[in-house]
């Protein structure tokens, strides 16, 4: 193991000075080598020969073997090794296993990784965007109840801690537009049309789209209402209250060359 670790330390050092590709090939075989041994069973692996072998094996797209090996990995690790590779193997748990659809168990190892390793290179880089995409994505799998699950409420408040402007805010278009798909128009308008126009000084690209689509949810709502005359009426008189807002923004949207707000609030408008 200590000469395999070596080559890999080597050639990976090599690689990162140069980026000559023939010692980025000498990584990837190590690591391969070390993932067949992994798999094999054959020798005693440390957290550090498990997390090589892991890379290995998803160097060779063997997903679910290198899912289970970084999970070892990062059961084994020990000591020195803790700091160094648990945020990385947490980071490839979540990746992968978004990869491989288990949304909601790639939202607890990003979760893991914001509680313990939040000032890590890997979770500042990345890992933070991972986190909010796979949480709206178990909560979108799950329909109208993950958006009202209370551990899904939690681990989405533990994602908008650690994400600022669009990737924050990505996720809250998503869940106002799941709102509107189920019906629920008020609680759709209402979370659209809490999304800022910047998120602590970092802009937010949504905004006008997201205003946009909030106030044409009036629309949605008139035409569902069916033959509820008392209900059209309603509906129809707070689109009328909100008509100047909704132009104003397709004014400002046109100004920005926003079309995609544009034409949200133009199809509301018209």
Known sequence: MAVIHAVISKYDKLFKESKVDKY?????????????????????????DYYQAAIGLKSELKLKEALKAFQTAL??????????????????????????????????AFSELAEHHAASKIFRSKAATSFAASVDKAKRVLGESGSAHAGYAELTAKADQFSLGDTK????????????????????????LAIPEDDQGVPVSYYLRAQ???????????????????KRTAILKAFQENAAKLQAVLDEALEKKDLRASGAAALGLG
């Open 169 to 192: 805010f990505q996720v809250k278009m998503s869940e106002a537009g799941q709102f509107e798909e189920q019906g629920n128009f008020a609680k759709a308008r209402e979370s659209f």
């Open 212 to 230: 946009a689509r909030g106030l044409s949810t009036y629309v949605r709502e008139y035409e569902t209402a069916g033959n509820d005359a008392a």
């Open 75 to 108: 059961a084994k690790l020990a000591g020195s090794e803790v700091e160094e590779y648990a945020p990385l193997c947490l980071n490839e748990i979540g990746e992968l296993s978004f990869i491989l659809d288990r949304f909601d168990e790639a939202a607890v």
């Open 24 to 48: 980025r090939a000498f990584v990837i075989d190590a690591r391969k080598a070390l993932g067949r041994v992994s798999s094999s069973g054959s020798a005693a692996l440390s957290g550090r």
